[in-house]
């Protein structure tokens, strides 16, 4: 079946700009999460999102970043204001929100670049 | 000291080589372990997740956990150029933050043929 699915794959952006990113879960997973990742880095947690709970927000660096989950499918990151440090590869991840072991399915990821 | 660190490396071996990946990890109560590989331009896969200490084997992968020295390896065996790849040592989180993965940074892995 289709796995998860991100766009843009590739974003460049002016410092100041905000832009938003997409992430399509794998049909039927309740939980959703967004990571980043820094050149040179490891994944960074940002935020879960888990059926009607209340998303955990608690990597989200800083106020400029948001996100948002429609039901549970469609979920969008939003950058408000970028700034350089702010490029890297936002990577999606989706899984059945098991219980015990709980796989999460990552995307492809998008790459976006703030000059 | 963060909860898990990785040698970046980057490690090369020829074709047929066993390799060994490494982590450390700061906290002995961390207890779920994830092993993924990840390709150019491409998301992180599960390659393997092992609970606790003892070694768990599928194909040519071998995840073993060294709860005393904190450590956490993966073996190939037989490597082969489709290997090659960064691989990626994970914990889980604990309680009710389970859904919570801290990474390392990756080791970059070319397998020469």
């Known amino acids: 079946g289709a796995g998860v699915s991100q766009s843009p794959s590739n974003k460049v952006t002016e410092k100041g700009k905000d832009v938003e990113l997409r992430c399509d879960p794998i049909?039927?997973?309740?939980?959703l999460y967004w990571y980043r990742q820094r050149l040179g880095q490891g994944l960074e947690f940002l935020i879960y999102?888990?059926?009607?709970?209340?998303?955990?927000k608690s990597g989200l660096p800083s106020d400029r970043f948001s996100a948002e989950r429609t039901g549970e499918s469609v979920s969008t990151l939003t950058i408000q204001r970028t700034q350089q440090e702010d490029s890297a590869v936002y990577l999606c991840a989706s899984s059945r929100g098991l219980a015990g072991v709980d796989t999460q399915y990552f995307g492809p990821g998008t790459r976006l670049t703030v000059l | 000291q963060k909860e898990v660190e990785q040698d970046p490396g980057p490690l090369s071996v020829p074709e047929g080589a066993i390799v060994s990946l490494n982590c450390t990890y700061s906290?002995?109560?961390?207890?779920?372990f994830m092993w993924y590989r990840q390709y150019s331009r491409k998301g992180p896969e599960l390659l393997m997740y092992?609970?606790?200490?003892g070694n768990k084997e599928d194909g040519r992968f071998t995840a073993q956990v060294d709860k005393s020295s904190k450590y956490i390896s993966l073996f190939i065996r037989d490597s082969q150029p489709s290997d090659s790849a960064t691989y990626l040592c994970a914990k889980r989180g604990s309680g009710g933050s389970n859904y919570k993965l801290t990474f390392g940074k990756g080791t970059l892995l070319t397998v020469n043929p």
């Open positions: 906290n002995s109560a961390f207890q779920y």
């Open positions: 999102f888990q059926g009607n709970s209340a998303p955990d």
């Open positions: 092992t609970y606790s200490s």
């Open positions: 049909s039927g997973h309740t939980a």
